[in-house]
């Protein structure tokens, strides 16, 4: 079954302490990016990756890092998460950057306090 | 800037009735456009892509239509069911950068 996976589903943390949110795609897809989703504000791109050892800033980049050593996986990190970073966050995956349909993770939902 | 503009309102509307949503875009000139729905807590499903030499394009009880000169789709779910309840959101491609942008959705419910 095509499927993006994400972990964990549901993580509450404390400010400052360095987490990960790992995203795994099964489709041999290129592209992969990162969102993240707040009430009123819609999806926002975090972070894209065009291939193994490419990625770039999407749109609200900040305080965020990724890493694509491999095609299947794309880890989201929080060196120093703060309270401004509690949202919804989406792994996603297509085979092309938006011409074809993009995949979804389940979701994470991150408290950060 | 490029803006998209869905439905400002949720849409609440009776089973067996046609639920019309909009989404109007400004400052794109996008060669397809794409729409999804989320269901509370989960990710984003893809429902159909559309692209502009197509006007309409159908699936099942779904059909949308993209007007290039009004910068506009319209994606209609007829004969609405309880389970058609749900946020539906529309995408289309950035003209700089061709990334994907979503627009913030509507919310439609269906009553039985």
């Known amino acids: 079954e095509a499927q993006v996976t994400q972990n964990p589903r549901y993580l509450i943390t404390v400010t400052g302490k360095k987490l990960t949110v790992t995203c795994s795609q099964n489709?041999?897809?290129?592209?992969m990016s990162w969102y993240r989703q707040d009430p009123g504000l819609g999806l926002r791109q975090i972070y894209y990756s065009m291939n193994v050892e490419v990625t770039d800033k999407g749109d609200v980049p900040e305080g965020y890092k990724v890493s694509r050593k491999e095609k299947r996986n794309f880890p989201l990190i929080l060196e120093s998460p703060s309270p401004n970073q509690t949202s919804l966050y989406f792994c996603?995956?297509?085979?092309?950057?938006?011409?074809?349909?993009?995949?979804f993770g389940q979701g994470t939902r991150l408290t950060v306090v | 800037s490029q803006k998209i503009e869905q439905n400002s309102e949720a849409l609440n509307i009776q089973e067996g009735k046609t639920a019309t949503l909009t989404c109007n875009y400004t400052n794109y000139s996008p060669a397809y456009l794409q729409w999804y729905r989320q269901d509370p807590g989960r990710g984003p499903v893809f429902l159909l892509l559309?692209?502009?030499?197509?006007k309409e394009k159908r699936k099942e009880r779904l059909k949308v239509t993209f007007d290039t000169t009004l910068k506009q789709s319209l994606f209609h779910i007829t004969a609405s069911q309880p389970a058609d309840s749900a946020t539906y959101l529309c995408a289309l491609p950035r003209s700089n950068d061709y990334k994907l942008s979503f627009g913030a959705g509507t919310t439609v419910t269906v009553r039985a």
């Open positions: 489709m041999n897809h290129e592209y």
């Open positions: 996603a995956s297509s085979q092309g950057i938006a011409d074809t349909e993009a995949f």
């Open positions: 559309i692209r502009e030499n197509e």
